[in-house]
Protein backbone atom coordinates (compact mmCIF):
# COMPACT_ATOMS: atom_id res chain seq x y z
CA UNK A 1 0.00 0.00 0.00
CA UNK A 2 1.01 3.09 -0.24
CA UNK A 3 3.18 4.92 2.45
CA UNK A 4 4.99 8.48 3.40
CA UNK A 5 7.84 8.64 5.83
CA UNK A 6 9.12 11.84 7.03
CA UNK A 7 11.18 12.79 9.62
CA UNK A 8 9.58 13.25 13.31
CA UNK A 9 10.45 15.78 15.56
CA UNK A 10 10.52 18.17 17.58
CA UNK A 11 13.00 20.24 15.20
CA UNK A 12 14.62 23.09 16.82
CA UNK A 13 15.85 25.95 14.74
CA UNK A 14 16.54 29.57 15.75
CA UNK A 15 14.86 32.25 13.82
CA UNK A 16 16.75 32.97 10.22
CA UNK A 17 17.88 29.32 10.14
CA UNK A 18 17.76 27.49 6.55
CA UNK A 19 14.86 24.12 7.00
CA UNK A 20 15.13 20.90 5.58
CA UNK A 21 12.19 18.76 6.52
CA UNK A 22 12.54 15.16 4.58
CA UNK A 23 9.78 13.07 3.43
CA UNK A 24 10.11 10.31 1.52
CA UNK A 25 7.16 8.54 -0.71
CA UNK A 26 5.99 4.72 -1.95
CA UNK A 27 2.84 4.50 -4.59
CA UNK A 28 1.16 2.65 -6.24
CA UNK A 29 0.81 4.52 -9.55
CA UNK A 30 2.09 8.58 -10.24
CA UNK A 31 0.70 10.08 -7.11
CA UNK A 32 0.41 14.05 -6.51
CA UNK A 33 2.40 14.89 -3.34
CA UNK A 34 1.12 17.85 -0.44
CA UNK A 35 2.22 19.84 2.33
CA UNK A 36 -0.13 20.45 4.80
CA UNK A 37 0.83 22.64 7.88
CA UNK A 38 -1.39 22.44 11.15
CA UNK A 39 -0.67 25.54 13.91
CA UNK A 40 -1.99 25.05 17.24
CA UNK A 41 -5.63 24.09 17.91
CA UNK A 42 -6.27 24.22 13.97
CA UNK A 43 -7.12 22.49 10.74
CA UNK A 44 -4.55 21.31 8.20
CA UNK A 45 -4.03 24.19 5.90
CA UNK A 46 -2.43 23.05 2.61
CA UNK A 47 1.05 24.65 1.85
CA UNK A 48 1.99 23.49 -1.25
CA UNK A 49 1.78 20.85 -3.81
CA UNK A 50 3.11 19.38 -7.04
CA UNK A 51 1.59 16.87 -9.30
CA UNK A 52 4.29 15.73 -11.40
CA UNK A 53 7.82 15.06 -11.63
CA UNK A 54 10.44 17.92 -11.59
CA UNK A 55 7.28 20.12 -10.86
CA UNK A 56 8.15 22.48 -7.82
CA UNK A 57 5.85 23.85 -5.06
CA UNK A 58 6.27 27.06 -3.42
CA UNK A 59 4.31 28.92 -1.41
CA UNK A 60 5.53 31.45 1.39
CA UNK A 61 9.09 31.02 1.24
CA UNK A 62 8.78 27.11 1.35
CA UNK A 63 9.71 24.88 -1.31
CA UNK A 64 9.38 21.36 -2.54
CA UNK A 65 10.38 19.35 -5.66
CA UNK A 66 8.87 16.03 -6.55
CA UNK A 67 11.76 13.32 -7.32
CA UNK A 68 10.82 10.88 -8.40
CA UNK A 69 14.15 9.13 -9.15
CA UNK A 70 14.26 8.96 -5.22
CA UNK A 71 10.64 8.96 -4.62
CA UNK A 72 11.15 12.23 -2.48
CA UNK A 73 9.57 15.67 -1.53
CA UNK A 74 11.66 17.72 0.81
CA UNK A 75 10.74 21.09 1.90
CA UNK A 76 13.18 23.94 2.65
CA UNK A 77 12.96 26.82 3.53
CA UNK A 78 16.00 29.31 3.64
CA UNK A 79 15.60 31.55 6.58
CA UNK A 80 12.41 30.31 9.14
CA UNK A 81 10.69 32.74 11.68
CA UNK A 82 8.80 32.31 14.27
CA UNK A 83 5.76 32.07 13.38
CA UNK A 84 6.43 29.31 11.41
CA UNK A 85 6.02 27.18 14.22
CA UNK A 86 3.93 24.56 13.70
CA UNK A 87 3.18 21.03 12.73
CA UNK A 88 4.01 19.59 8.83
CA UNK A 89 2.47 16.59 7.28
CA UNK A 90 3.83 15.41 4.33
CA UNK A 91 0.67 13.48 2.07
CA UNK A 92 -0.03 12.26 -1.20
CA UNK A 93 -3.14 11.14 -3.69
CA UNK A 94 -2.50 8.41 -5.65
CA UNK A 95 -6.10 8.46 -7.71
CA UNK A 96 -5.49 5.19 -8.70
CA UNK A 97 -9.17 4.61 -7.38
CA UNK A 98 -10.44 7.76 -10.51
CA UNK A 99 -10.22 10.95 -8.11
CA UNK A 100 -11.94 11.18 -4.84
CA UNK A 101 -9.00 9.20 -2.99
CA UNK A 102 -7.98 9.74 0.34
CA UNK A 103 -4.89 11.11 1.35
CA UNK A 104 -2.09 9.38 2.88
CA UNK A 105 -0.64 11.09 5.24
CA UNK A 106 3.16 10.91 6.81
CA UNK A 107 3.39 11.40 10.92
CA UNK A 108 4.30 14.93 10.80
CA UNK A 109 7.28 16.78 12.16
CA UNK A 110 6.56 19.38 14.99
CA UNK A 111 8.98 22.19 13.81
CA UNK A 112 10.09 24.75 16.54
CA UNK A 113 11.28 28.45 15.96
CA UNK A 114 13.17 30.01 18.54
CA UNK A 115 13.77 33.89 18.34
CA UNK B 1 -13.91 32.71 0.65
CA UNK B 2 -16.04 30.65 1.52
CA UNK B 3 -14.69 27.83 3.90
CA UNK B 4 -15.45 24.10 5.37
CA UNK B 5 -17.90 24.10 7.25
CA UNK B 6 -17.83 21.54 10.41
CA UNK B 7 -20.46 21.12 13.08
CA UNK B 8 -20.28 20.89 16.67
CA UNK B 9 -16.72 21.75 16.68
CA UNK B 10 -16.75 20.15 20.37
CA UNK B 11 -18.39 17.40 21.18
CA UNK B 12 -18.47 15.37 24.24
CA UNK B 13 -19.92 11.65 24.57
CA UNK B 14 -20.42 8.52 26.94
CA UNK B 15 -19.37 5.22 26.25
CA UNK B 16 -21.85 3.71 23.93
CA UNK B 17 -23.76 6.68 23.12
CA UNK B 18 -23.98 7.31 19.28
CA UNK B 19 -22.84 10.57 17.47
CA UNK B 20 -23.61 12.83 14.34
CA UNK B 21 -20.99 15.08 13.15
CA UNK B 22 -21.70 17.18 9.97
CA UNK B 23 -19.72 18.57 6.88
CA UNK B 24 -20.87 21.55 4.48
CA UNK B 25 -18.82 21.73 1.44
CA UNK B 26 -17.02 24.87 -0.41
CA UNK B 27 -19.87 25.72 -2.59
CA UNK B 28 -19.84 23.84 -5.91
CA UNK B 29 -17.68 21.29 -4.61
CA UNK B 30 -18.58 18.02 -5.40
CA UNK B 31 -15.95 15.73 -2.73
CA UNK B 32 -16.21 15.11 0.74
CA UNK B 33 -13.94 12.81 2.78
CA UNK B 34 -14.06 12.32 6.56
CA UNK B 35 -10.27 11.46 8.26
CA UNK B 36 -9.92 10.78 12.10
CA UNK B 37 -6.74 12.70 13.74
CA UNK B 38 -6.04 11.01 17.23
CA UNK B 39 -3.83 12.93 19.97
CA UNK B 40 -0.12 13.51 18.47
CA UNK B 41 -1.23 11.11 15.32
CA UNK B 42 -1.54 12.03 11.51
CA UNK B 43 -4.52 12.07 9.81
CA UNK B 44 -6.19 8.90 8.72
CA UNK B 45 -8.67 8.55 6.14
CA UNK B 46 -12.42 7.02 6.55
CA UNK B 47 -14.42 7.30 3.51
CA UNK B 48 -15.44 9.80 0.83
CA UNK B 49 -17.89 10.76 -1.74
CA UNK B 50 -18.49 11.90 -4.89
CA UNK B 51 -21.64 13.48 -6.42
CA UNK B 52 -23.50 11.59 -3.44
CA UNK B 53 -22.03 8.50 -4.20
CA UNK B 54 -19.15 6.81 -1.74
CA UNK B 55 -16.40 6.72 -3.53
CA UNK B 56 -13.29 5.52 -1.35
CA UNK B 57 -12.91 3.71 1.71
CA UNK B 58 -10.32 3.54 3.97
CA UNK B 59 -10.16 2.74 7.91
CA UNK B 60 -13.79 3.21 8.97
CA UNK B 61 -14.32 0.85 11.64
CA UNK B 62 -18.05 -0.76 11.17
CA UNK B 63 -19.83 1.05 13.51
CA UNK B 64 -19.59 4.16 11.67
CA UNK B 65 -21.55 5.26 8.80
CA UNK B 66 -21.63 8.38 6.31
CA UNK B 67 -23.25 9.69 3.55
CA UNK B 68 -23.45 12.92 1.24
CA UNK B 69 -26.82 14.33 0.76
CA UNK B 70 -28.37 16.17 -2.56
CA UNK B 71 -27.22 19.15 -1.26
CA UNK B 72 -23.53 17.89 -0.93
CA UNK B 73 -23.40 17.82 2.94
CA UNK B 74 -21.89 15.24 4.70
CA UNK B 75 -22.97 13.24 7.68
CA UNK B 76 -20.82 10.81 9.79
CA UNK B 77 -22.81 8.78 12.06
CA UNK B 78 -21.17 6.87 15.48
CA UNK B 79 -22.38 4.26 17.09
CA UNK B 80 -21.28 2.62 20.22
CA UNK B 81 -18.40 4.68 20.76
CA UNK B 82 -15.63 3.91 22.63
CA UNK B 83 -12.77 5.59 24.60
CA UNK B 84 -10.88 4.88 21.72
CA UNK B 85 -13.25 7.34 19.64
CA UNK B 86 -11.79 10.14 20.81
CA UNK B 87 -10.44 12.49 18.60
CA UNK B 88 -10.34 15.28 16.23
CA UNK B 89 -12.73 14.75 12.88
CA UNK B 90 -11.91 16.82 9.85
CA UNK B 91 -14.18 16.56 6.58
CA UNK B 92 -12.41 18.36 3.31
CA UNK B 93 -13.77 19.17 0.42
CA UNK B 94 -12.50 19.09 -3.53
CA UNK B 95 -14.14 19.81 -7.07
CA UNK B 96 -12.85 16.87 -9.12
CA UNK B 97 -13.99 18.04 -12.41
CA UNK B 98 -11.58 21.08 -12.10
CA UNK B 99 -8.41 19.96 -12.05
CA UNK B 100 -6.43 16.48 -12.15
CA UNK B 101 -5.43 15.89 -8.93
CA UNK B 102 -7.93 16.41 -5.75
CA UNK B 103 -6.73 19.54 -3.73
CA UNK B 104 -8.70 19.02 -0.80
CA UNK B 105 -9.67 21.58 1.45
CA UNK B 106 -9.77 20.55 5.16
CA UNK B 107 -12.29 22.02 7.72
CA UNK B 108 -11.70 23.04 11.72
CA UNK B 109 -12.53 19.67 13.06
CA UNK B 110 -14.89 18.53 15.56
CA UNK B 111 -12.85 17.36 18.75
CA UNK B 112 -15.08 14.43 19.50
CA UNK B 113 -14.35 13.54 23.49
CA UNK B 114 -15.50 10.19 24.81
CA UNK B 115 -16.36 9.21 28.27
Known amino acids: GDSVTQMEGPVTLSEEAFLTINCTYTATGYPSLFWYVQYPGEGLQLLLKATKADDKGSNKGFEATYRKETTSFHLEKGSVQVSDSAVYFC??????????????FGKGTHLIIQP | AAGVIQSPRHLIKEKRETATLKCYPI?????VYWYQQGPGQDPQFLIS???????DKGSIPDRFSAQQFSDYHSELNMSSLELGDSALYFC??????????????FGPGTRLTVL
Open chain 2, 49 to 55: FYEKMQS
Open chain 2, 27 to 31: PRHDT
Open chain 2, 92 to 105: ASSYLGQSSYNEQF
Open chain 1, 91 to 104: ALSDQSGGGADGLT
